[in-house]
């Protein structure tokens, strides 16, 4: 599952998320620069938050929430400044 979100009202800022569930790693980049990566190898969780405190012109906190279904899809949450802004649905 990839997907992207824009932050900001004067600046914008792209967070891209990207989870590969073959291989159970998540990698986030603001702006194309890699700020977080973590790999799971057996066991996923089923919920799952990532926290991004993105201090640029105007600073915001973003929450990135994946909840495991029981097959092969998963919900994703995207909170920008504690409001929920986005909700995906995907593998």
């Known amino acids: 599952m ?3 979100i824009e932050i900001g009202e004067t600046q914008k800022t792209l967070v891209h998320f990207s989870f590969n569930q073959l291989f159970g790693e998540v990698k986030i980049s ?3 620069k890699v ?3 973590s ?3 057996f066991s996923e969780p089923l919920f799952d938050a990532h926290e991004l405190e ?3 012109w105007e600073r ?3 929450r990135i929430e994946k909840e495991r ?3 092969f ?3 994703y949450r995207v909170y920008v400044n504690s409001r929920l802004t986005q909700v995906l649905k995907g593998a």
Request: overall charge positive; glycine content about 0%; charged content about 35%.
């Open 54 to 56: 993105l201090d640029d």
């Open 60 to 62: 915001s906190k973003v």
């Open 30 to 32: 603001v702006n194309d």
């Open 39 to 41: 790999c799971r190898l």
């Open 2 to 4: 990839k997907f992207t």
């Open 73 to 75: 899809a998963s919900t």
């Open 35 to 37: 700020v977080r990566r």
């Open 69 to 71: 279904q029981l097959l």
